[in-house]
């Protein structure tokens, strides 16, 4: 099995409210998206096709024939659009949020009539370079990912072994100065949209959570010398991302958390999933 990704890009504005709220509520709701002037977005569309290769041509699937699906289904009905106004689906109905968990279904469905069956493996929408949702075909079930950046410092020493054995296995890691990072971490839940909002999460609930239980902890900090959580435990990026899932899963309730990724240096990241995974 053979999986290959397409990338796009569009330009398009759009607002998210709901008609019977008031301004209150819905910017409690949807945050600065709520702005009836509306606002906008670059867009990048990444469309995940999968197959056995075709025995003639050597591809999953004719990429000149799936850029003419992109540019006729998507580009057409999106780019430099107002979608709450000139979108087909989106101006019809005043009460389906343009949101980018709807728009990723809304592709999804644009798209699947006019490709083989199972062909379609994975629409994936960037409504910025922090934010973006992934939609796989399962009725209403969407991943959303929202990236985060905070810096700390660490040594890497584990109190089970010799001051030796500690110098042998982290190296320059051990150093008893300590050494630090940017990490990045991206937080991604998964739940079926709610009808009437178009989200999966509220578009406030992931931020204010990760500030009080990430930020608040560990940002700025020397994870050895001032969190509890490491007093004892060596901060490894696999027992950091660990900790970071045990901090956030129960705050962010009843949302599920399907994923963490912890990227300690550009050469490498760390995936969670949670004990149960």
């Not at 969190?227 to 129960?250: A, G, I, Q, R, Y």
Request: aromatic share 10%.
């Amino acid at each position: 099995m053979f999986y290959l990704t397409r990338q796009i890009a569009f330009e398009a504005s759009h607002y998210s409210r709901i008609p019977e709220l008031s301004d209150a509520e819905n910017f409690a709701l949807f945050g600065a998206a709520a702005n009836p002037n509306s606002h906008g977005h670059n867009y990048v569309l990444e469309v995940m096709v999968k197959g056995d290769l075709d025995v003639d041509d050597g591809m999953v699937i004719n990429l000149t024939t799936l850029d003419a699906l992109l540019k006729s289904e998507v580009i057409a009905n999106y780019d430099h659009k107002h979608l709450n106004r000139q979108h087909p689906v989106f101006a019809k109905n005043p009460l389906l949020q343009p949101t980018c968990e709807n728009i990723t279904i809304e592709i999804w469905q644009r798209l699947v009539p006019s490709l083989p069956d199972g062909l379609l493996h994975r629409v994936r929408l960037y409504e910025s370079s922090t934010r973006f949702a992934d939609y796989y075909g399962e009725d209403l079930m969407v991943y959303l990912t929202k990236v985060y950046e905070f810096s700390a410092a660490h040594r890497l020493h584990s109190y089970a072994l010799s001051d030796e054995e500690n110098r042998d296995i982290f190296g320059k890691c051990n150093n008893p100065a300590g050494h630090g990072h940017n990490y990045i971490l991206e937080v991604t839940v998964k739940g079926d949209i709610d009808a009437k909002t178009g989200l999966v999460a509220g578009l406030n609930l992931l931020d204010e959570v990760v500030q009080k239980q990430v930020y608040a902890r560990f940002d700025y900090k020397h994870l050895n010398l001032d969190t509890p959580e490491f007093e004892k435990l060596n901060p490894t990026s696999e027992n950091f991302v660990k900790v970071l899932w045990d901090v956030l899963e129960p705050n962010l309730r009843p949302v599920v958390l399907h994923r963490l990724r912890l990227r300690e240096t550009p050469k490498n990241h760390f995936d969670y999933y949670g004990e149960s995974s």
